[in-house]
């Protein structure tokens, strides 16, 4: 046989025997591709739409005006002619809009050729009006506490001035995601017909307001941070908070199995590990939006919202919208106590609580099994089931 480019192989040249052992070689091939094929598709992010909106003149609750307020969001799928077939996902801690891809696309909860989500940026987060980006007088530390009700009544008038939604089907979210869900469902009590609160709670106690004070406490006590005037990034207390923050990340019993070693390169160390939390926690995070989130955070109490005097259950029981609560049952940042707790006064709750050893991150399909836990309970519940 000829060893040249260009050469042409015709079955006719080919004996009958070896032929019939080709064609199934080859079927088989052309199957394993399209499977290959099928994965990469499976896998492949969704589609998305970045966006943003900007509010003039928007009174934050701490009684600043900001000149422009920015929230950066995106979509998924297609607005329909009715605009009644929107999902919102509010971002969580230092996310952007694509925190929630664990949950959309194909074999997953969310379909976006039928959906169209919304999924909307924190302030804080460095994209939406933050720290780091405002100009003076509200750069950096002058930048004022915004409450996760500000973020609230941001999204709420993006949805209902550039977008013209006046009704969701759901809102759906994780961690600080799951406050402004909360929020969504005390401040509009009809705006959305269900809603998911996962890994969060709607009020921040006592005990997560330490371990947050003490995250804020490592990083401004760098003295590079300069009371939030500096130069140049606060390393070392940039490094001490992620150290915090990664000690309150995963349940305890993850860290004595070793469960990082799941999705960690073989041959991986602890000392490596660590040091990669410590060193590469947010990527390119401002010292000033990281605590700025954190007073969002600690703030968050459904029960101040105007109306209800500080009475949190009260609040939680003026939720009309049926709300599928789940907690992980090893999370250290929203304890499954705090979960079970409120859940006692919610009308219309279904508690599950998500098993796993995943800690807080469980919350938004942290393991493979996480995923798909979420994925059947919050389809099933979207479906009515």
């Known amino acids: 046989m000829p060893d040249q480019p260009g050469f042409d192989l015709h079955e006719r040249d080919i004996p009958k025997m070896t032929r019939l052992v080709l064609r199934p070689a080859v079927l ?29 003149n928007f009174k934050t609750e701490s009684g600043v005006t900001l000149p422009q ?17 929107v999902v919102l996902l509010p971002s969580h801690y230092m996310a952007d809009y694509h925190g929630y891809e664990w949950l959309i696309g194909p074999g997953h909860a969310l379909d976006t050729s039928k959906l ?37 009544e941001a999204v709420h008038r993006l949805l209902t001035e550039e977008l013209k939604i006046t009704h969701l089907r759901a809102i759906i979210g994780f ?3 799951a406050q402004q869900a909360f929020q969504w469902a005390v401040s509009y009590p009809t705006f959305a017909d269900r809603i998911v609160a996962t890994a969060g709670t709607a009020k921040t106690y006592p005990h997560g307001f330490v371990r947050l004070e003490g995250q804020i406490a490592a990083l401004t006590a760098d003295d590079a941070f300069k009371n939030g005037d500096y130069t140049s990034p606060p390393t070392k207390g940039l ?30 160390t602890f000392e490596q590990l660590l040091t990669n939390f410590r060193t590469n926690f947010i990527p390119g995070a401002d010292a000033n939006d990281l605590i700025l989130q954190m007073r969002t955070w600690e703030k968050h109490d459904v029960g101040t919202t105007p109306g209800f005097g500080g009475d949190a259950e009260r609040a939680l029981r003026s939720i009309k919208a049926p709300l599928l609560y789940m907690p992980s049952e090893t999370d250290l940042y929203f304890p499954i106590g705090d979960a079970r707790y409120e859940a006692a006064f919610i009308p219309n709750v279904s508690l599950v609580p998500i098993p796993s050893l995943w800690g807080h991150p469980a919350g938004a399909g942290a393991s493979p099994a996480d995923e798909k836990f979420l994925n059947e309970k919050i389809g099933e519940f979207l479906a009515g089931k």
Not at 71 to 80: D, I, P
Not at 240 to 263: G, H, K
């Open 239 to 268: 490094e001490a908070f992620a150290t915090v923050w990664t000690a309150w990340l995963f349940s305890q019993e993850w860290w004595r199995r070793e469960l990082w070693r799941e999705t960690e390169k073989p041959g991986t």
């Open 116 to 152: 169209y989500l919304v999924c909307t940026e924190l302030f804080g987060n460095g994209h939406s009006s933050s720290p780091s980006s405002t100009p003076e007088p509200y750069h950096g530390p002058r930048f004022p506490i915004t409450t996760i009700r500000d973020n609230v």
């Open 175 to 177: 961690s600080m995601g």
């Open 28 to 56: 088989l091939l052309l199957i394993s591709q399209t499977l290959i094929a099928q994965e990469a598709a499976k896998n492949k992010p969704e589609p998305s739409e970045r966006h943003e909106f900007v509010i003039t």
């Open 69 to 85: 307020a920015r929230v950066v969001y995106g979509t998924y799928g297609k607005l329909n002619a009715a605009r009644d077939n």
